[in-house]
């Protein structure tokens, strides 16, 4: 019930076109989703969150799209760019989790000029 | 003006050895991070240490232990290293998230690429 699924492992995504990585959680305690960007030989660094009192959250090309009755949510990344190239991760924190982050797997991202 | 730094950046070193991997942070967090990262990205939380409070994942073997001489710094010990212990080490830092603050943003150093031979 701690676990948060990630998918997909690994992703190929054109130049200009939309890049969706998808979690999903159990936890109905989970009150807070961050995802990380981490690039290679770095590492992850914040790069949006959302609370589960909106369904929508967007900074720029990027947009986290939360679905509290699926508990699931989705970070999509628009007008996709080479630069997006890295491993993302969703996360998870809540009471249950004693606050501590809850980590996907991570999903690496492959942007092709 | 690194926020988290770890060093050494690269350890190359024998199975059986022991050896150690520093963490400074220049943030003012209270709570300090390892995180294990192996070759498929996985990301596993080995520690979590604030000044009141350490919590140990419990698959972490007792090999590894983390030491903080203060707040500031959380150095991570590794014992009769193996060669599964091979993997990426990641530093992280945060104010400690409550209740109150569950949103606090963890920063990250650029890791510690251990290879054991």
């Known amino acids: 019930q701690q676990q948060v699924k990630q998918s997909p492992q690994s992703l190929i995504v054109q130049k200009g076109g939309i890049s969706i990585i998808n979690c999903a959680y159990e936890n109905t305690a989970f009150d807070y989703f961050p995802w990380y960007q981490q690039f290679p030989g770095k590492g992850p660094a914040l790069l949006i969150a959302?609370?589960?009192d909106v369904s929508e959250k967007k900074e720029g090309r990027f947009t986290i799209s939360f679905n509290k009755s699926a508990k699931q949510f989705s970070l999509h990344i628009m007008d996709s760019q080479p630069g997006d190239s890295a491993t993302y991760f969703c996360a998870a924190i809540g009471a249950d989790s004693n606050y501590q982050l809850i980590w996907g797997a991570g999903t690496k991202l492959i942007i092709k000029p | 003006d690194t926020a988290v730094s770890q060093t050494p950046k690269y350890l190359v070193t024998q199975m059986g050895n022991d050896k150690s991997i520093k963490c400074e942070q220049n943030l003012g967090h209270d709570t300090m991070y390892w995180y294990k990262q192996d070759s498929k990205k996985f990301l596993k939380i080995m520690f979590s240490y604030n000044n009141k409070e350490l919590i140990i994942n419990e698959t972490v073997p007792n090999r590894f232990s983390p030491k903080s001489p203060d707040k500031a710094h959380l150095n991570l010990h590794i014992n009769s290293l193996e060669l599964g212990d091979s993997a990426v080490y990641f530093c992280a830092s945060s104010q400690e998230p409550t209740q109150q603050r569950r949103s606090e943003t963890q920063y990250f150093g650029p890791g510690t690429r251990l290879l054991v031979l």
């Open positions: 959302i609370r589960p």
